[in-house]
């Protein structure tokens, strides 16, 4: 059971319920400005989301999973993975910026780097040690021409 609570999704709806709790019940008469957030927040969730769905693609398309905590079969390296070796958690990272602004929730602003870090404790670095384990090589040499996040 405590396996399927952590994941990634499950961490970023619970950091939404923060962000959006906070903005309904403690805005302090804060705000990030209208409709220029509304906005940026729009293609904040729109990019993120995009992120998401071309990775999951490109893993599904390769025939490995897209489960954190489970051994990868194949070491994946075109598409987005070109650009960023965990596209899926940037774009986590981006859809809950993208609702921060929406939300108008300026004070869960700190849920973003408290997100990220527990992205990369929980699975990033996990993930990649798996990795690093299995494809020796070929996962030293893709971290030379791919950063982790952008």
């Known amino acids: 059971m405590t396996k399927w609570i952590d994941l ?28 220029w957030a509304d906005f940026a927040g729009g293609v904040l969730v729109g990019g ?7 990775a999951a693609h490109e893993l599904r398309r390769a025939q490995t999973t897209v489960i954190p905590h ?11 993975f070109s650009r960023s070796r965990n596209p899926i958690y940037l774009g986590d990272v981006l859809v809950l910026a993208g609702l921060i602004l929406r939300f108008d929730a300026v004070l869960a602003l700190p849920l973003l780097p408290v997100f990220l870090w527990i992205l990369e404790k929980r699975f990033v670095i996990p993930e990649e ?10 996962f030293a040499r893709y971290c030379q021409k791919t950063r982790r996040w952008i």
């Open 70 to 80: 489970r051994e990868a079969d194949k070491l994946v390296q075109s598409g987005i």
């Open 48 to 54: 993120g989301l995009i992120l998401m769905v071309l």
């Open 129 to 138: 040690n798996r990795l690093r384990r299995k494809f020796r090589v070929d």
């Open 8 to 35: 990634p999704p499950v961490w970023l709806a619970l950091m939404i319920a923060l962000a959006w709790a906070q903005a309904r019940f403690v805005p302090l008469g804060l705000s990030f400005g209208g409709e």
